[in-house]
């Protein structure tokens, strides 16, 4: 058996409590500054692909479909395996209402290196919502860091009219600092200006609580109702059971339901 924590006095406890959290707020401080400093990244310009999506052929500067950005999730591909990597699997077959975007004026989609026919019946298959493109027959996946055999990779590309850029990438590890907050925030060059949402110094009031005390409370902790509400809704939150289990563990169930 793992061996428990040190057993201490309230007072103790709360001195630890105390010196953790300043540690903790230090870090968030950090974080904030850093995905400032990842939204302010210069960009690069990038030459006009064409993908192939379920319709067909589509250049890349279509596939924002309207919006200024573009958030590719590339998904690993293995042309022998009859399942794909089940880290990319889970993590994007949990991304089940995207429409939130639409307050950051983004687009997220998957592109792979595998055929869009087989990419598309594989999303079928394990019940995947999102939209797929294909980069097998162009070097798109290889020049965003995500060549054939490649792991994953998150890129984001702004569009400038028919002008598209790539103003950031991550891949492996580095997708967790930037999950660690709400990751459309840190990487989309909006900075997270979401509908519903009051910024906190200008929307703070006094509230009485049952007790008769008041404390300050912003009117932008209330999530709205309707279309407004399903927006800011955060991706994946999904009722319980909808949300796949990550990596190998969604893989296996997949396989005992015959899918």
Not at 57 to 84: C, E, K, T
């Amino acid at each position: 058996m793992t061996a428990l924590p040190p057993v201490v006095d309230s007072a103790t406890w709360r001195k630890e409590l105390d010196e953790l959290r300043a540690r903790e707020k230090a870090a968030t401080r950090e974080l904030d500054a850093i995905a400032a400093r990842r939204r302010r990244l210069p960009m690069v310009r990038m030459p006009d692909y064409t993908l192939v999506g379920a319709e067909g052929p589509v250049r890349l500067v279509d596939v924002f479909d309207g919006r200024s950005q573009l958030i590719v999730y590339n998904h690993m591909w293995d042309p022998d395996a009859q399942w794909q990597c089940g880290g990319c699997t889970s993590l994007t077959s949990s991304y089940t209402r995207l429409d939130f975007l639409d307050n950051y004026d983004a687009r997220f989609v998957i592109v792979t290196q595998g055929p869009i026919e087989a990419a598309l019946a594989y999303a079928e298959r394990v019940g995947n919502r999102m939209t797929w493109y294909s980069t097998a027959d162009s070097p798109f996946g290889a020049d965003v860091d995500a060549p054939p055999g490649g792991g994953f990779a998150f890129n984001v590309f702004l569009r400038d009219g028919d002008t598209v850029y790539r103003t950031w990438h991550t891949s492996g590890r580095g997708w967790n600092s930037s999950r660690s907050r709400s990751p459309w925030s840190t990487c989309c060059r909006t900075g997270g200006r979401r509908s519903g949402r009051t910024p906190r110094k200008a929307g703070r009031r006094a509230r009485r609580t049952a007790a008769g005390s008041t404390r300050p409370t912003s009117p932008g902790c209330t999530v709205p109702t309707g279309d407004t509400g399903r927006r800011i809704a955060r991706v994946g939150r999904e009722p319980p059971g909808l949300i796949p289990p990550t990596g190998p563990v969604f893989l296996r169930r997949l396989r005992r339901s015959g899918r």
